[in-house]
């Protein structure tokens, strides 16, 4: 038997208790969930749903904290350096692996600095006209065809986005001339769109629900889907308007802690998560603002994140739609 020191013998006894306090002990303070875009949006929408569903599972005070700019980059790159106790966790969407792809701005790994907790939703983007385009503009064939020859102004929630992409390949493919605009998230684009600033651009129906419902913005088709979006029934699919295959490419919304973070830790956070994605209201509220529900535990949620990066490098690469960051 290896020789021992008298202080290894006495602290050994430590580690056990050590380890259990991690999971007992947690949270000691309020979690912070980053929110790496504006209020108001579709990512924070989803973030603060799930909050309140685990906060009284977690026994602790759990607050949002928005951080938007640098195309969702400064909020995750925080959350990244975070310290690993758990106190500090990200709320986020595809963009996470996106972004970094197209950017061609790694300051942080998408799978290697993080410890993912759970998948909570996937949802398809609708693509918005403004007032800007004429009100007799009701379809997508019309719209491409009121826009042929026009310098058009196309916005995005996050450059290297679904947004930005699927604008960029509704210009290729339509053969339109369009600037793509990038926001700090969905609420100032949704604001410029009202405000004649923009032509349209694709986005959440957790943010512009409300604004299709009431008439001030109209929905002309789905991409992010195989499938319409229920409260849009005459919005057909890119894909089934003869776009490419591209268009159906999916993503998630989701919680992560950054890595290293015990797993204790995580195995609580992960529980108390997986009991908010299923509670019934949360999944009524997220099938109310057009979004699938779509939980996944943390094994199968990182397995996703990482078939996600891969087809999204793809079809980059494929598009070269790459750009400096």
């Known amino acids: 038997m290896a020789h021992l020191s008298r202080r ?3 602290a050994a006894p430590l580690l056990l208790p050590l380890a259990a306090q991690a999971q007992t002990a947690y949270p ?34 759990m607050i949002i904290d928005n951080r938007g700019g640098g195309n969702g980059i400064i909020g995750t790159e925080a959350a990244a350096k975070a310290e690993p106790d758990g106190h500090q966790l990200l709320f986020t969407i595809t963009s996470h692996i996106q972004v970094p792809v197209v950017m061609r701005r790694f300051t942080y790994e998408p799978v290697k600095d993080f410890a993912p907790i759970g998948r909570l939703s996937y949802t398809a983007l609708a693509f918005c006209v403004g007032p800007k385009v004429p009100a007799e503009v009701t379809t997508m064939q019309q719209f491409v065809e009121w826009a042929k020859g026009k310098d058009l102004s196309l916005g995005n929630y996050a450059a290297g ?10 210009a290729r493919e339509a053969k339109l001339k369009a600037v793509n605009i990038a926001y700090r998230g969905e609420s100032p684009m949704l604001q410029d769109m009202l405000g004649g600033s923009i032509d349209g651009g694709f986005h959440s129906m957790a943010a512009a629900g409300a604004m299709v419902r009431d008439g001030k913005i109209r929905a002309l088709s789905v991409a992010g889907s195989r499938e319409r979006i229920v409260s849009l029934p005459n919005a057909p699919t890119m894909i089934e308007l003869g776009y490419s295959d591209y268009f159906g490419f999916t993503g998630f919304s989701g919680l992560f802690a950054p890595a290293k973070t015990p797993q204790p830790i995580v195995d ?3 529980a108390a998560f997986q009991v908010a994605a299923n509670k019934p209201l949360v999944k009524e509220r997220l099938v109310g603002m057009d979004t699938v529900p779509a939980y996944l535990p943390p094994a199968e949620f990182k397995a996703e994140i990482e078939r996600s990066l891969k087809q999204w490098t793809e079809i980059v690469e494929a598009l070269d739609l790459r750009m400096d960051g």
């Open 161 to 170: 986005s679904h947004g930005h992409a699927f604008a960029v390949l509704l």
């Open 28 to 61: 000691s303070r309020p979690v912070r969930v980053i929110v790496p875009y504006p209020a108001g949006g579709g990512t924070d929408t989803w973030g603060r749903l799930a909050v309140e569903g685990m906060q009284p599972e977690l026994g602790g005070t």
């Open 268 to 270: 609580k956070l992960a």
């Open 8 to 10: 290894a013998i006495l």
